[in-house]
């Protein structure tokens, strides 16, 4: 039982982690939301000051940062000041759409990742297995910013129209697949020294049932392990890629809550993202001690 909770302090502490963080980064920044209103000749300074009591920004950070945590308690996710709206319904709709894209552009990597590592398995050395770790190795070597400006570039030169959903999903995708297929080819040449994989392969068994019913299982730990880790990974490029792309998640909104000092919006944001990571890790982790025998054994 202790083995299974765990994973879920450590999750818990993740995210106690960075709300405080977040709260105490934005509170070391010279001003807040309302630093530029008190220049406003419209506005008198008792106004300010009364509006910087109303938002509670005359109080501590750590005061501040409790009193929110306390609200989350009962799904209140603050007030946004620049856009004067709830803060969970605009974050809601934004995550929605960035956890569609990291999952649309997961799902491809990987397809891709795995039917190149079955195609190249009986000629590893083979001119696709050649190529395949040319063009990851270089695509490790690029930027992400610049795989999403070529998407943009690309892509709005064959059609000047498109959504900024194709230029992100292609721009992510390509971006995750690198990774993805080095960890896969690892994972391959591991998985086909074990005994029972070999001896599957020596005693005739078809080539389907061999690849699906012996080496993806023997592969499926080391792979957990990875997809856990990379989704993590992906959700933090997927916020760069879609400044770049304009695609409407919680990139930009994160970056215009930093720039106009939301306070709410930005400890929502990584919130969310801290949330979205930590389980698809946990998750991650309690599929792989299920499948995986040795885990359940050491542990």
């Known amino acids: 039982m202790k083995a299974w909770l765990a994973p879920v302090g450590s999750v818990l502490t993740t995210w106690l982690g960075a709300v405080l963080v977040t709260f105490m980064l934005v509170e070391a920044a010279p001003g807040d939301f309302l630093s530029e209103a008190q220049w406003h000749a419209a506005l008198a300074p008792d106004t300010v000051s009364l509006l910087r009591e109303r938002y509670g920004l005359d109080q501590p950070w750590p005061e501040r940062a409790w009193r929110w945590m306390r609200g989350l308690v009962s799904g209140d996710w603050g007030h946004s000041l620049s856009r ?64 999403a400006l070529v998407a ?90 879609e400044c770049v792309t304009a695609y409407p998640g919680l990139g930009p909104l994160l970056v215009d809550a930093v720039l106009a000092r939301d306070l709410h919006v930005v400890a929502g944001a990584v919130l969310l993202s801290t949330l979205l990571w930590s389980s698809g890790t946990l998750l991650a982790d309690l599929v792989q001690r299920a499948v995986d025998p040795r885990q359940r054994l050491t542990r």
């Open 152 to 241: 943009v570039l690309l892509l709005t030169s064959i059609d000047g129209g498109t959504a900024p959903f194709w230029p992100a999903l292609l721009a992510l995708s390509v971006a995750t697949f690198p990774g993805t297929w080095l960890q896969v080819t690892t994972a391959l040449a591991e998985a086909q020294r074990l005994p029972f994989v070999e001896a599957a392969a020596t005693q005739g068994v078809r080539r389907g049932t061999w690849l699906l019913g012996y080496l993806l299982p023997a592969m499926a730990p080391a792979l957990l392990g990875y997809a856990s880790v990379s989704f993590g990974n992906l959700l933090g490029v997927s916020l760069l890629v």
């Open 84 to 147: 004067d709206l709830p803060v969970w319904p605009l974050l809601r709709e934004r995550a929605m759409q960035t956890l569609q894209l990291a999952l649309v552009a997961q799902l491809i990597a990987w397809s891709a990742a795995l039917a190149l590592g079955f195609v190249a398995l009986d000629r590893p050395r083979g001119a696709l297995a050649h190529a395949t770790r040319a063009v990851a190795v270089l695509l490790l070597c690029i930027p992400e910013v610049v795989l």
